[in-house]
């Protein structure tokens, strides 16, 4: 009953096999290999354009990477209060920012609304040098609280980002979760309404490490490459991002793997749901479970060998906080969680 | 009747006598000469302790080599969403700080409250290393809103701070008013409530360039002598930041200047208190006034020829905010302000 | 024939099956796992000491991290002025070290010499703070051409660096070429005598992507896992880096696989040494050879198949350089290089 | 008799009595005062074409602003291996240029030959990112070692610095000396010849603390406001600086005090050259005179008063180096020298 977090699943059995092979042969350095070369092209056909393409081995680095591109002297970056890049990456953005700025911004659920970003960028008016200049807005798809933004909903954002000359990144470390969830293509999740650049994951849902670097405007990638590689993240056996990245698109392999994960979060919502011990703040969009728990029963779902976090009810807007005896919990499925551990966990929250 | 800023002020006439003294006669480059060492030492004397000290030409480095003395990877400074590092600095001290992050958290009159930072800095626990950690708390003194930390405030957050392994920073680039307002010392303004790391403000209150960062622990600031000299700040004619400190310091100059601007501010207010097109969301405890004033009339200020910025009404609490036909303004007085200026303004304000 | 880099092997079997059986598994995530705990215990017993073990996914990362913890502002590091972390990191040790300074310094066959680093320290004097200070010795273990320093060569660098308050990095991408050739101790070739940090390189030499920063001592490594974190190597399956290092470290497999490509390079150096279309400037003491070969042979040799690069003349003292109609090239061996590769090479030489 | 730098200098009276009617007047914050306006202008006139002009307080930070514009990812800056850049301001081109690296290359005099840019160059070719690439050339004018660069020489490394992609930047912390002593116009000296940016110097010859970052191109300036403002450079009362360059730039002021300066220099060099007690390793080309001298002279020429620094004999060619019982010393005259200065110098040197 491993619900703590996706990355805490293994890699699926094509993944591995793939990563096998690759190993077993080699090849050239630093990205020069065929197959690295066949998952760029890959993702030209995935979002149905041209794009420039830069695999790394880390959700943070892509965020990092991604958002590096626009980076520049007193630039502003808004994100939801509780981004991962603003909480859970010790600061990389920042860091590979040179000096980059996070402006934290509330949301409920974790999807920022429009007249919210509007009046944080209102703080950063274009003049004179002292208050910096709006740079990108980061949008999590899925969202830190698991809800999906629609297709038209990101386009809302991404004109009053456009509108300040702010570029629009997608966090799509649950990305495979959000589009199948929501149905919608891949590109009509992101460059079709407005994004700039995408950090496509891989490792959350079936991968070891394996992440790309989307930016649907190649131009804006010209130091990118350069900027890998001085991360460390330009790696002598590239391949061994690709060979996973490889499997994991094939034949809709990823889409798949994600199916399950929300199939599964679907039904361990319902068991939070139908329970009288636990109801839902919202419902999930993709794999990510927010229940709030009585007290007692946590410790017991606990003790009984179900793993997984509390969360800040600060998530949760004021009247839908967890009263007294009760805690917030997150639950998250991956592709590897079985029916059988939500059986038993139903079992055990009565 | 400029009451734009403080900043639009020019020099007292002690301070340009000082610096053209010693421009006749020059000296030893890099801070070797008699008048940096001998400012040093002033400061020892000013806040009744061992000091280390760093004279430099702006607040705004002189904030950003402060909280540099504090930033490791992973770093989270805390500091008013609407304090001047965050804001109005370009983000000098998260370049400074190699990529460190600032985390805005709400306050009124841009005073923050115990509770508010302690939930601001809950959320970087010290389980591994994705939050980061928090490594400093920066408090505005006056702050932003003009107002001015009592002592016992500045304690209580210090001590918060502490516990969660930060250093405490205060902005003073309205020391002298804070300390004027307060009726304190420097010593009970700062280190004995707490205080680590002090930016003394000089520019604004009738220096022309002058700000001296003021460590209370002398061993924390032992790479601030590299940071400053690679960030340019190092001078080599360091003697004209000393020569304007040590006329600023000498005989209570700084206190004198300092009390003129506030009770050019108190008149300020006392004029816009009882009119009845003007009200005060809270009094000021220095040199800066926030009043609602009536658009009608604040358009007849302006082409009166007076000289002030609007500012945000989100600054006040929901309540307090301007209704229709009311903004707020804000109006600073300066060691430079006189009666005659506010006399005018009270009269084109009716 | 395959001599183009090491990097450009594949993983061994024991190494791709030890992955495999982890991503079958997962595990708690950021390193929290058993298999990251057993690994940074391995290398306690393998230094014969406490350490501070960081690992990490890049050979470039670990060079920078490693330093990072070196760096203060003003700091200057030394290294050869071929080294890879000055013309092959794009930049990685400035960026992650804040903006460090990299000195090249002149060096035969890749060995600074004693004087030689004086002197360039001797340029970063400890007056003022403007030259700076210098921070670090970086020592590459095999040198970019192939040779090996001596413990006492290294101890002698080491008391130089110290005598001037600079650490002693030891870039051992080719760390296992160096113990099996030189057939010391890994403390013998480090910590004994004076090296502080250790990148410990796995990927060149069986692994996939696996290296490890060694502290030796482990109070400055306080700041490791921020840094790591922020960089997108402190991986959510981290156990990826552990699995190939927990093979490559058991039961000597190291060193087994450094051992033969070694004999690979002597065979290599041999074939080459005898030829009279061939001459060594110095024999390997590892698995990189160096070699003037005449132009049409070079030329033969390529298009008969065999795969390496040619090097700069610059990196040869000047009367040993290649005359006319000659060129110097690299070749390098690997865990996977073959007798069969030797033999047709030699045939193709002639 | 202070001969230690120029640096050691005051300001001239035009320039202090410029500062202090500035002073007494005030005025709109962070530049946009009608001094600031009209010095921006004043540089347009002086170098004939449009510019963007960057006023800043020193030479490092001057240096740091100009080359930073042109910093990238990977980037590799060249410079004399004791420019200015590399041995004297803390690291601060690395720092401003996010983790820039500079190369330092062989010279004579200060002055890089094409051959020996060309070479430093290669090593960084355009093939994947590993190597980084050149984007910038620093040249100093006067150089280090007291020499001007003739425009034609300037051109050259100018053509070779391009045909690798990278900018030419001149450090003109003597740009009015090498001016004067060349006998070219300002536009002669840089854009004419291929200078993209020129830190151009006030402080050492007759300012207190005033130079300019002129880029010849207008557009690459489009970051540097906001890079100046976080450095904190972007002063609130700016017009500090446009009054005393005002004052330097006015009627030839500045050409007139380099004048002197060099005058006092040629007649030094000329009491040097006709001692029998020293002798000059090359004749000086504007304020800086370098002398070998012998070691029981040099005591008493420092017993008697004589203010001025050895410096390194590696700076010298090997056959030109002091031999035993001499020393090399550098002796800096500036505006401020005095032929009573020099003739009580002659009469100790005897």
């Given at each position: 009953?491993?619900?703590?977090?996706?990355?805490?699943?293994?890699?699926?059995?094509?993944?591995?096999?793939?990563?096998?092979?690759?190993?077993?042969?080699?090849?050239?350095?630093?990205g020069?290999?065929?197959?690295?070369?066949?998952?760029?092209?890959?993702?030209?056909?995935?979002?149905?354009?041209?794009?420039?393409?830069?695999?790394?081995?880390?959700?943070?680095?892509?965020?990092?990477?991604?958002?590096?591109?626009?980076?520049?002297?007193?630039?502003?970056?808004?994100?939801?209060?509780?981004?991962?890049?603003?909480?859970?990456?010790a600061?990389?953005?920042?860091?590979?920012g040179?000096?980059?700025?996070?402006?934290?911004?509330?949301?409920?659920?974790g999807?920022?609304?429009?007249?919210?970003?509007?009046?944080?960028?209102?703080?950063?008016?274009?003049?004179?040098?002292?208050?910096?200049?709006?740079?990108?807005v980061?949008?999590?798809?899925?969202?830190?609280?698991?809800?999906?933004?629609?297709?038209?909903?990101?386009?809302?954002?991404?004109?009053?980002?456009?509108?300040a000359?702010?570029?629009?990144?997608?966090?799509?470390s649950?990305?495979?979760?959000?589009?199948?969830?929501?149905g919608?293509?891949?590109?009509?999740?992101?460059?079709?309404v407005?994004?700039?650049?995408?950090?496509?994951?891989?490792?959350?849902?079936?991968?070891?490490?394996?992440?790309?670097?989307?930016?649907?405007?190649?131009?804006?990638?010209?130091?990118?490459?350069?900027a890998?590689?001085?991360?460390?993240?330009?790696?002598?056996?590239?391949?061994?991002?690709?060979?996973?990245?490889?499997?994991?698109?094939?034949?809709?392999?990823?889409?798949?793997?994600?199916?399950?994960?929300?199939?599964m979060a679907?039904?361990?919502?319902?068991?939070?749901?139908?329970?009288?011990?636990?109801?839902?703040?919202?419902?999930?969009?993709?794999?990510?479970?927010?229940?709030?728990?009585?007290?007692?029963?946590?410790?017991?779902?606990?003790?009984?060998?179900?793993?997984?976090?509390?969360?800040?009810?600060?998530s949760?807007?004021?009247?839908?906080?967890?009263?007294?005896?009760?805690?917030?919990?997150?639950?998250?499925t991956?592709?590897?969680?079985?029916?059988?551990?939500?059986?038993?966990?139903?079992?055990?929250?009565?």
């Amino acid at each position: 009953m491993i619900f703590a977090s996706d990355n805490w699943s293994g890699a699926s059995e094509r993944v591995i096999a793939a990563l096998g092979d690759a190993a077993r042969k080699g090849g050239p350095a630093y990205g020069a290999d065929e197959l690295t070369k066949a998952v760029e092209r890959r993702f030209a056909e995935l979002f149905e354009r041209e794009v420039a393409v830069f695999l790394v081995a880390s959700g943070t680095f892509a965020n990092a990477l991604s958002l590096s591109a626009y980076a520049r002297p007193g630039g502003v970056i808004f994100a939801h209060r509780e981004a991962h890049i603003q909480v859970d990456e010790a600061g990389a953005a920042e860091f590979f920012g040179g000096g980059a700025k996070i402006v934290g911004v509330d949301a409920e659920a974790g999807k920022i609304a429009p007249d919210t970003l509007s009046a944080a960028i209102a703080r950063f008016p274009a003049e004179g040098f002292h208050h910096g200049r709006p740079v990108a807005v980061s949008l999590t798809q899925l969202t830190e609280l698991g809800a999906a933004y629609a297709p038209a909903e990101v386009a809302a954002l991404a004109k009053i980002a456009k509108a300040a000359g702010a570029a629009v990144h997608m966090d799509g470390s649950r990305f495979a979760n959000a589009v199948a969830g929501l149905g919608v293509s891949p590109a009509e999740m992101t460059w079709k309404v407005g994004v700039d650049a995408l950090s496509f994951g891989g490792t959350k849902n079936g991968c070891i490490a394996a992440e790309a670097v989307v930016f649907f405007d190649p131009t804006r990638a010209r130091d990118a490459g350069f900027a890998r590689q001085r991360a460390g993240q330009g790696f002598s056996k590239n391949w061994f991002i690709a060979a996973q990245l490889a499997a994991y698109l094939d034949k809709g392999h990823w889409l798949d793997l994600a199916r399950h994960a929300n199939r599964m979060a679907a039904r361990l919502a319902a068991v939070l749901r139908q329970s009288n011990k636990s109801r839902l703040p919202f419902e999930p969009d993709g794999n990510e479970v927010f229940a709030i728990v009585e007290t007692a029963v946590d410790q017991r779902l606990r003790a009984g060998g179900a793993m997984y976090y509390p969360w800040s009810p600060e998530s949760l807007p004021v009247a839908e906080r967890p009263g007294p005896g009760e805690v917030l919990v997150r639950l998250l499925t991956s592709w590897q969680t079985t029916a059988d551990e939500i059986d038993r966990f139903a079992e055990l929250l009565g």
